[in-house]
């Protein structure tokens, strides 16, 4: 029953890894993978680093990451914490069967929706700003306000997906530890505070460690589907360049260079993910 999966890994996850060569190449795909290709060294390398974009392009990948990476640790935590206060259960399973929905959607549906919704013209977010007296902005295509929009509509497409973690490691909670502190007097907040979040805080640190090995991957599905070139500067990113140069333009080489540059940093972010979260909170592997 494993063979199938097997041979679905090995040809898109192992066989791939042989076409990394192409970086060293000036690839010409008339002559075949396997042809007489001729190998340049690090040129196409030394080209990516004189592209005047790229400077530009690192930056906004890291600014959409970081914050992406921040806010989807602090976001599902608040949320788990005061969802977790909620004694209602009926409210509270409508609750989170409507925030986890927005995860199983693709961008694709989602960016459709969004380009209606935050129009400038005729979008309901603008209508609505314009009866506020506020006059909208562009969400879309203000170069300033667009990684805002990624931001924003990314947190709240994965905060309620994220936080199902953070629940189950709740409800591992020591309930007495809850019993004692309100006999002490404590509130609800002075028991998230010195309870819920001390008995939390393992979790916190292992997720926020392994998060580590993504802090490149921009969100391509997201901005791919919501950015346009008026936008260029402030939200194109690594993996978007990387789709432009290598199948838009056709140079395979230089595309396949960066994003080798790309594979070959986050391997080490990720390494040293797992050893910071064998460090802190004995994690293994293997």
């Known amino acids: 029953m494993m063979v199938p999966a097997m041979v679905w890994v090995v040809i898109f996850g192992y066989v791939p890894i042989f076409g990394v060569v192409i970086a060293f190449q000036n690839f010409r795909p008339a002559l075949g993978m396997f042809g ?6 690090f040129e196409n390398f030394n080209y990516v680093f004189h592209i005047p974009s790229i400077w530009g392009v690192i930056r906004n990948t890291l600014l959409i990451s970081v914050s992406n990476l921040t806010l989807m640790l602090v976001v599902p935590i608040l949320f788990a914490l005061f969802l977790n206060e909620m004694k209602q259960m009926g409210l509270k399973r409508s609750i989170q069967t409507i925030v986890y929905l927005p995860h199983f959607l693709s961008w694709v549906i989602l960016s459709g929706i969004f380009i209606d919704l935050l129009s400038p013209s005729n979008g ?11 006059t909208p902005p562009d969400f879309l295509g203000d170069p300033k306000v667009f990684p805002v929009t990624v931001i924003v509509t990314n947190i709240w497409k994965n905060f309620g997906y994220g936080s199902i973690i953070y629940l189950a490691a709740i409800s591992g ?7 004692s502190a309100e006999i002490d007097g404590a509130g609800r907040f002075k028991k998230m505070w010195h309870i819920t979040l001390p008995g939390i805080r393992a979790c916190i640190v292992l997720l926020m460690v392994l998060s580590l090995g993504g802090i490149l991957d921009g969100g391509f599905d997201q901005i791919f589907n919501l950015y346009s070139i008026q936008v260029y500067s402030t939200g194109d990113i690594i993996d978007t360049l990387i789709y432009r140069i290598g199948l838009q333009n056709t140079n395979y080489s230089v595309g396949t260079a960066v994003g080798l540059m790309k594979s070959l940093i986050s391997f080490i972010l990720i390494s040293i993910s797992y ?11 293997f």
Not at 36 to 41: K, L, R
Not at 124 to 134: D, E, K, P, Q, V
């Open 36 to 41: 007489p290709q001729t190998f340049v060294g």
């Open 173 to 179: 909670v020591d309930t007495s530890l809850y019993e």
């Open 275 to 285: 050893f910071m979260a064998y460090k802190f909170t004995d994690y293994r592997v």
């Open 124 to 134: 309901a977010m603008s209508a609505l700003l314009r009866m506020l007296g506020i």
